[in-house]
């Protein structure tokens, strides 16, 4: 089967094969901080620039460390350590640049490190066996993906401020139950690009 | 078994390697340099850029009073800062009036400094020192309160007004990364000052009240600074009226004293709650003040006096007590001190019965 080119891989990220709706993976952040449409945007933000970064440096950690000394089995846990650091890096970055966006995140930008949607994209694109480019690609689309469910759902909750949810259902519940409906739209797409 | 090795080679290569980025980064991130701070038009002064503000001036001997140490939720630590310091950031705003934002007025425990700085702190705090003081006596009031004497060193020069606090600076025990200030009233007369004493409740993992109920002993060295605080007697013609909670009686402890000892004729009523019977102290010398200052009233208030303590006084939450003692309040004078939640309940009760809020006086230590 022929990979399709960066920029497909790019779109089919966001809309086909979209790592939160599609694979429901990093859920525990976008059900936390999808209440307000701002906090959303700082998170998925992050997220974008976190996913782009890791994918591009796990993907020379793994064919140029990894897979030549034959130890593709420690993928799993260098992965994580590089995205651990670059977390750190991005924290440092971001209360030097905005202090504002860092309090605005608080413990969110931490918890970044243990997004399970940023590993999956890294070891997605090892079993996939993507290209650096296709590799990048993969990352920003994933994160691109994952802002948009983000976004989309913080808009969704702050028009639901005003409607009457039953209230065993309200918050996490009803986020779950939307996420669901929207994963199900979502769905209509899946199969139209292999990836 | 050279695969294991070149695994743990691989893996420690790459963990050290990410470290040393992320020390490198901290370096060049995280400290700004030396930045140089002018404050009230002075001559500027050089800090090392990187910490919070509240921090870099005790660095440089200003003291501004903190008494939730530079967490950002008791909102005392607020100075003006005229250039430089960034923008706003959400932790302040809670804790800041609409004219203190237009104002520039921060809470320097939120500020980094990064950049040259000028700013704008009442002359009083410049006068705020620091001083070493010897633990000399431990007095129990009740069973989680307790009186501390701190003796000053000969030569100290100390000097305050009745109802003024400090803050103790609790040392570095288990637990605990750096030192904390936690704020306390002075129980004792300003006449007296060849020591102080402070009133201190236990509070459930508090630092600085588990530090001195645990760990302290007579005898023991500490440092505090101060004095802190408009929380004095206001020598006008009108009543007043104190409102205590636990340990909040040492600010009034203090005024009394100097009432007596000056003379100071003015219609005051003290309310003084606690839960039950275990909870009051210093009664008898509440009584002799009364004795003492003409016009002077003492109110002993239980919210639930337990069976056994046979309380024939005013019961129920001091707030109702209060109310109950005045038909109109208008004219007079309200000083509190207690926990937040008191304070707020009492300036409700209070501005109801008609004393306007710049006219009630409280230290709120949270």
Request: hydrophobic content about 40%; cysteine-free; charged content about 20%.
């Given at each position: 089967m022929e990979t399709p080119g960066p920029f497909t891989i790019f779109l089919a990220s966001i809309f086909?094969?979209?790592?939160?709706?599609?694979?429901?993976?990093?859920m525990c952040s976008f059900i936390a901080v999808s209440r307000e449409i701002k906090t959303a945007l700082g998170l998925g933000t992050a997220v974008i620039f976190v996913m782009t970064l890791t994918s591009g440096i796990n993907y020379f950690v793994y064919t140029l460390l990894l897979e030549p000394l034959g130890l593709e089995y420690l993928r799993f846990i260098a992965f994580i350590v590089v995205i651990a650091a670059t977390v750190q890096l991005v924290e440092m970055i971001i209360e030097r640049v905005s202090p504002v966006l860092y309090y605005a995140l608080g413990i969110f930008l931490p918890l970044i490190t243990v997004n399970c949607a940023i590993l999956g994209v890294s070891l997605f694109l090892v079993i996939r066996e993507y290209s650096f480019l296709q590799s990048l690609a993969y990352g920003a689309g994933g994160g691109a993906g994952w802002a948009l469910a983000i976004l989309a759902m913080a808009g969704l909750r702050q028009k639901m401020k005003r409607s009457r949810v039953h209230p065993a259902l309200q918050g996490p519940a009803i986020t779950m139950i939307l996420t669901g409906i929207m994963a199900l739209a979502f769905i209509g797409f899946s199969g139209m690009v292999p990836m | 078994m050279g695969s294991v090795v070149s695994a743990v080679l691989v893996l420690a290569g790459l963990g050290a390697f990410l470290a040393l980025l992320l020390v490198l980064a901290e370096k060049r991130l995280a400290s700004s340099g030396p930045v140089r701070l002018r404050i009230n038009q002075g001559e500027p002064r050089e800090v090392e850029g990187g910490e919070p503000l509240l921090s870099a001036l005790k660095g440089q001997g200003i003291f501004i009073p903190s008494a939730c140490g530079g967490r950002g939720s008791c909102g005392l630590c607020k100075v003006r800062i005229l250039?430089?310091?960034g923008p706003l950031l959400p932790t302040e705003t809670p804790h800041l009036s609409p004219e203190e934002i237009d104002n520039q007025v921060r809470l320097s425990c939120q500020v980094k400094v990064r950049e040259a700085m000028a700013l704008e702190i009442p002359e009083s705090l410049l006068e705020v020192e620091e001083y070493p003081v010897r633990v000399e006596a431990l007095t129990p009031c009740t069973y989680d309160t307790v009186k501390v004497r701190l003796g000053f060193e000969a030569d100290a020069g100390f000097s305050f007004r009745a109802g003024q606090y400090v803050q103790v600076e609790t040392p570095?025990?288990?637990?605990?990364?750096e030192p904390v200030y936690r704020a306390y009233s002075i129980s004792s007369p300003p006449s007296e000052t060849r020591f102080i004493e402070l009133i201190l409740r236990r509070v459930p993992r508090g630092i600085c009240t588990t530090y001195v109920h645990e760990l302290l002993l007579a005898g023991d060295r500490l440092k505090i600074n101060g004095p802190y605080g408009?929380?004095?007697?206001?020598?006008?013609?009108a009543e007043a009226v104190f409102i205590a909670g636990g340990s909040g009686l040492a600010p009034f402890e203090a005024i009394l004293a100097d009432m007596a000892e000056r003379g100071i004729r003015k219609k005051a009523t003290l309310f003084f709650g606690a839960v039950s019977r275990r909870d009051l102290y210093d009664q008898e010398l509440l009584r002799e003040y009364e004795e003492k200052i003409p016009g002077f009233r003492a109110v002993p208030a239980l919210s639930k006096p337990a069976p056994e303590d046979q309380w024939e006084g005013e019961t129920g939450l001091i707030t109702e007590v209060v109310a109950r003692g005045y038909e109109s309040m208008a004219g007079m004078e309200g000083y509190l001190c207690g926990s937040p939640g008191m304070i707020d309940a009492c300036i409700r009760v209070l501005t109801e019965k008609g004393i306007p809020e710049d006219r009630i006086y409280f230290d709120k230590f949270s």
């Open positions: 086909i094969n979209n790592i939160l709706l599609a694979n429901f993976l990093g | 250039e430089g310091g570095i025990y288990d637990g605990l990364s408009d929380f004095y007697l206001r020598e006008t013609q």
